[in-house]
């Protein structure tokens, strides 16, 4: 399993990709979650999506330096690949270029309905940092200092 910068060729398995994993938290949260509407030939274009290959893309993370930190903006394994710890290894990965860029932390956020992705995050060393409300959602940050 490799880890590489998208390509523009990509672009459609990430969006299939992205699609499955979170159109099921839509009757969850009662709404469509930021990754389902994002434009992902633009992230591509500017090199902040990573996919892991395992014969095809699995697994995909989109990634931002902001405010002094590294920024996981979506994070998604295709439903019959999870629960295999693809989601840990390319957080593990958002980590490693976090330092690689000097960077001292990897922050993120998600639904506070989605208490299963925070249970992953807490288990690995995230810690809330704020509790926001983002386009009639309840956010919850997080981060990880490294």
């Known amino acids: 399993m490799g880890i590489r910068l998208a390509e523009a060729v990509d672009r459609e398995s990430v969006e299939a990709i992205v699609k499955a994993a979170y159109t099921p ?3 969850v949260i009662g709404t469509e979650p930021p ?4 434009d992902y030939a633009e992230a591509i274009a500017e090199g902040r999506v990573y996919v892991l290959e395992n ?10 330096p902001e405010d002094g930190d590294l920024l996981v903006e979506n994070v998604a394994v295709n439903p019959d690949r999870q629960g295999r710890g693809l989601g840990r ?11 690689s860029l000097g960077l001292p932390a990897v922050r993120l956020f998600t639904n506070e309905k989605m208490t299963s992705n925070i249970g992953l995050y807490q288990s690995l060393g995230y810690r809330e940092t704020d509790r926001t409300g983002i386009g009639g959602r309840r956010v919850i940050h997080m981060r990880k200092r490294l």
Not at 35 to 38: D, H, K
Not at 55 to 64: E, M, P, Y
Not at 89 to 99: D, I, S
């Open 25 to 27: 938290w839509v009757p």
């Open 35 to 38: 990754p389902l509407t994002a």
């Open 55 to 64: 014969g095809g893309i699995n697994a995909l993370i989109v990634l931002r």
């Open 89 to 99: 290894r390319l957080l593990a990965f958002a980590e490693f270029r976090a330092r």
